[in-house]
C-alpha cells in the first residue's frame, strides 16, 4: 500500500504541474487589486490603493506584503498567479507528506479517504480556485498546518516553550492572513484544553482547567496580538471588503441560499470537500469516536454560516469556505488514523466503505464535464493576461474611471477607480449601498467607464453615455457566457484613447445596445 500511495501521489503531482502549465497565466480580476496594493505599499509604505489615501481594501494584509516583497525582486502581473501556483505545489506535497506519516499502512479504508482529499485539491475546480492569483492557497496550507499541529499537540499534556514560541507566531500570521482565521485559532485552542483537561482524569478542579487553558494558549495568543496589530495599524479589525459585502441585515435563513450557490458553484472542490467532512464524521460516529473536542473540530463551517448570517455577510465563492471543510476533514482522518490500533472494526464497516467509493466514483466521474467547462474559463482568461499589457492603457493613468471588477483596469491603467462594488475606496465608501455608490460615482464626472453591459445600463440611469465611445472591448469568460466589459470614454477623448489603446472600430453605446448581447442567457454559479 505504501508503494502504491507513492505511485499515486507522483502521477498526481504531474497532473497538478500540468494543470499549472495549461491554465497559465489565467488570474482573477481581484488578484491585480491585491497586487497594486503591493505596489503602493512598497512606495509609500501604507495600505493605500491610489497611492495616496490609506485604506483597508485589501482581504489579506500579509498576502498583499508577502507580494510587496517579492514585487522587489519581480516586476510582473503575473506575479500573484505564480506565488498561488507555488502554494498550491506546496500545499498538495505537504498535504500528502502528512497524511502518509499519519495514516497506518495497514489502513486501506482510511488511506482512500486521504486520496480522496489529496484528488480535490488537484481537480480543474481547485486549480480554478487555488490558481487564481489570491491568497486561498496560503490560507489553506495555514488552516492545514494548524490542523496537523493541533492534532500533533493534543496527545501531549503540555507544549515545550520552544513549540509555544512557535505557535504564537504562526497564530499571528494566520490572523494577518485572514481576519476570520481567528476562529480556527479559538477552536483549536478549545480543542487542546479541553484534551488536556481531560487526561487529567476525574474530577477536575479549577486549577485543572486553568493549567490546560495556559498550555494550550499559544494559538490564541498569537490571534490576540494580531488582531491588536492589525487595529494600530488600520485603526479598524475588519477590511473595508467585508463592510462593503455586509448586508447588514441577520439572516441565517439568507445566508443559506448564497452559500449553496458559493458550495456548487465550486464543483468538486466545493461539492466534494463538503461530501468527505460529512462523510468522515458519519465513520466516526459510526465509529462511536465522537466526543466534545471531536465536535469543536467539526465546529467551523457551521460557526462561520452562523456569523455569517449575523451580519448578513456576502459568501462570494466557495474560497471563503473550503478553509472550514478542509480543517474539519483533514481533522477527521486523522482522527481516523489514529483510531485504527484500538478499533480495526474501522475498516470492516461496509457502508462507510460503499460511501467512500461512490464519493470517489461520482468524483471521478465528473471530472470530463468539470474540465470541458472550466478549460475555456482558463484560457480566454489567459489571453486576457496576455493580450491587454500590449493596450497601452497606462494612457488613462490619473483620470478618474468607474467600474465594478478594478482590479484589471486599475492596475494596467493605473487611474484613480471610482469602485461601484465599494472595495476601494474607503470605509465610509464601503458602507454606502449599490444605488448611493452609483450616484456618487456618476457625480464626480469620470473621465472614462468600465462596465459590463447590465452593469453599463445601470450606470447609464445615474450618468447619461448614449454618445460616449466604446474603446475596448475585454472578454473574462464566465460558466457558459461571455462576460464582455467595455472601455467608455466621452467622444472629446474618444478619437485619442481608441488611437492609443490599438481599439480600430469604435462605437456609441447607443450602437451597443442594438447589437444582440454575447452574454445572454443563463449565468451559472460564477
Not at 496527545?155 to 492572513?177: I, K
Not at 484500538?342 to 464535464?369: C, F, G, H, K, S
Not at 499589457?389 to 471610482?418: E, M, S, W
Request: proline letters at 5%; hydrophobic letters at 50%; one cysteine or more.
Amino acid at each position: 500500500m505504501n508503494k502504491t500511495y507513492r505511485i499515486v501521489v507522483l502521477l498526481m503531482a504531474v497532473w497538478l504541474v500540468a494543470c499549472i502549465v495549461f491554465s497559465w497565466a489565467s488570474i482573477l480580476d481581484d488578484a491585480l487589486i491585491h497586487l497594486r496594493y503591493a505596489d503602493n505599499l512598497l512606495l509609500t509604505h501604507h495600505i493605500t490603493y491610489d497611492g495616496i489615501h490609506p485604506n483597508y481594501g485589501v482581504s489579506s494584509l500579509l498576502y498583499v506584503s508577502l507580494l510587496a516583497l517579492l514585487s522587489s525582486v519581480i516586476t510582473s502581473p503575473n506575479l500573484p498567479r505564480g506565488v498561488s501556483s507555488v502554494v498550491h505545489i506546496v500545499l498538495f506535497s505537504g498535504m500528502a507528506i502528512v497524511l502518509a506519516r499519519s495514516i497506518p499502512r495497514q489502513s486501506s479504508r482510511v488511506r482512500l479517504l486521504s486520496f480522496i482529499l489529496l484528488l480535490l485539491l488537484i481537480v480543474p475546480s481547485a486549480i480554478r480556485w487555488l490558481d487564481d492569483g489570491m491568497e486561498t492557497g496560503l490560507v489553506l496550507c495555514f488552516t492545514s498546518l494548524i490542523c496537523w499541529l493541533t492534532f500533533r499537540e493534543s496527545h501531549r499534556t503540555a507544549t515545550p516553550a520552544q513549540s509555544y514560541v512557535g505557535l504564537v507566531a504562526l497564530g499571528f500570521f494566520t490572523v494577518l492572513l485572514r481576519t476570520e482565521l481567528a476562529m480556527l485559532c479559538a477552536i483549536a485552542f478549545a480543542i487542546l484544553t479541553l484534551k488536556r483537561a481531560a487526561s487529567h482524569g476525574q474530577p477536575k478542579s479549577l486549577r485543572t482547567w486553568f493549567n490546560a487553558a495556559l498550555s494550550s494558549s499559544h494559538l490564541l495568543v498569537g490571534n490576540l496580538l494580531a488582531m491588536v496589530a492589525i487595529v494600530l495599524r488600520m485603526h479598524v479589525l475588519l477590511p473595508d471588503t467585508a463592510v462593503a459585502k455586509s448586508h447588514g441585515v441577520a439572516s441565517i435563513r439568507g445566508t443559506l441560499q448564497p452559500v449553496a450557490h458559493a458550495i456548487v458553484g465550486g464543483f468538486s472542490f466545493g461539492v466534494g470537500m463538503l461530501f468527505l467532512w460529512l462523510l468522515t464524521f458519519f465513520i466516526l460516529l459510526r465509529a462511536r469516536r465522537i466526543s466534545l473536542p471531536l465536535l469543536f473540530a467539526n465546529a467551523a463551517f457551521p460557526l462561520t454560516l452562523f456569523l455569517a448570517g449575523l451580519r448578513g455577510q456576502e459568501m462570494q465563492g466557495i474560497r471563503y469556505l473550503v478553509w472550514t471543510l478542509l480543517f474539519s476533514a483533514l481533522w477527521n482522518i486523522l482522527e481516523l488514523g489514529a483510531a485504527i490500533p484500538d478499533n480495526p472494526r474501522i475498516e470492516q464497516d461496509a457502508p462507510a466503505r460503499a460511501l467512500t467509493y461512490a464519493l470517489l466514483a461520482l468524483i471521478l466521474l465528473a471530472q470530463p464535464l468539470e474540465i470541458s467547462l472550466l478549460y475555456p474559463i482558463q484560457h480566454d482568461r489567459a489571453k486576457l493576461m496576455a493580450m491587454i499589457p500590449g493596450r497601452h492603457l497606462d494612457v488613462l493613468q490619473g483620470k478618474l474611471g468607474v467600474a465594478a471588477d478594478v482590479g484589471i483596469i486599475g492596475y494596467f491603467t493605473k487611474a484613480n477607480i471610482c469602485d461601484l462594488n465599494g472595495l476601494i475606496n474607503g470605509r465610509e465608501f464601503a458602507g454606502l449601498t449599490p444605488q448611493q455608490r452609483l450616484t456618487a460615482c456618476a457625480a464626480q464626472k469620470p473621465d472614462f467607464v468600465y462596465l459590463d453591459r447590465s452593469e453599463l445600463s445601470t450606470f447609464s440611469q445615474f450618468l447619461p453615455l448614449g454618445n460616449w465611445q466604446i474603446c475596448g472591448e475585454y472578454e473574462m469568460t464566465g460558466l457558459r457566457y461571455k462576460d464582455i466589459h467595455y472601455l467608455i470614454v466621452p467622444p472629446s477623448t474618444a478619437e485619442r484613447i481608441c488611437r492609443e489603446t490599438l481599439f480600430s472600430r469604435p462605437y456609441s453605446v447607443s450602437e451597443l445596445f442594438t447589437r444582440p448581447d454575447p452574454g445572454a442567457g443563463p449565468r451559472l454559479f460564477f
